[in-house]
């Protein structure tokens, strides 16, 4: 009796796994581009910032420093400022792809999983 409700529910995930397959291609691709942006925004700081040092080691007057700091902050914000917007865009892009997806997958499934139990009814 067991065996049988197990094999059953075996049989009716097998159309699941390639829906769930799809799903699973689309979220990495997404975090391969997550991880590639995150790659870049950090070179763009470390250039930023080794520049900055650069700048910082030929100052020569207290008046300079401080003018210099101001300009080093404004950079600072407008990157991140820039950063955050290239940030939300991208996960925006994501929430439509995975929506899109999740919506034919679900979709896939559901219908699936509805032929599935009417032949599982009209068996019993």
Do not use: G
């Not at 689309?26 to 650069?54: C, P, V, Y």
């Not at 080691?57 to 950063?83: F, G, W």
């Not at 599935?116 to 068996?123: I, P, R, S, T, Y």
Request: proline share 2%; with cysteine; net charge neutral.
């Amino acid at each position: 009796m067991y065996t049988e409700n197990f094999e059953q529910w075996m049989k009716m995930n097998k159309n699941f796994s390639t829906p769930i397959t799809e799903l699973h291609k689309t979220t990495t691709e997404i975090w391969k581009r997550i991880a590639e942006q995150n790659l870049e925004m950090m070179s763009d700081n470390f250039s930023r910032f080794s520049n900055q040092l650069k700048r910082f080691s030929n100052v020569k007057k207290p008046e300079d420093l401080i003018n210099l700091q101001k300009d080093c902050i404004s950079e600072d914000i407008a990157a991140c400022t820039e950063n955050v917007q290239k940030v939300v865009h991208m996960t925006m892009e994501n929430m439509e792809e995975i929506a899109k997806v999740w919506s034919s997958t679900a979709t896939k499934i559901s219908e699936k999983a509805v032929e599935k139990a009417q032949k599982f009814a009209e068996k019993a």
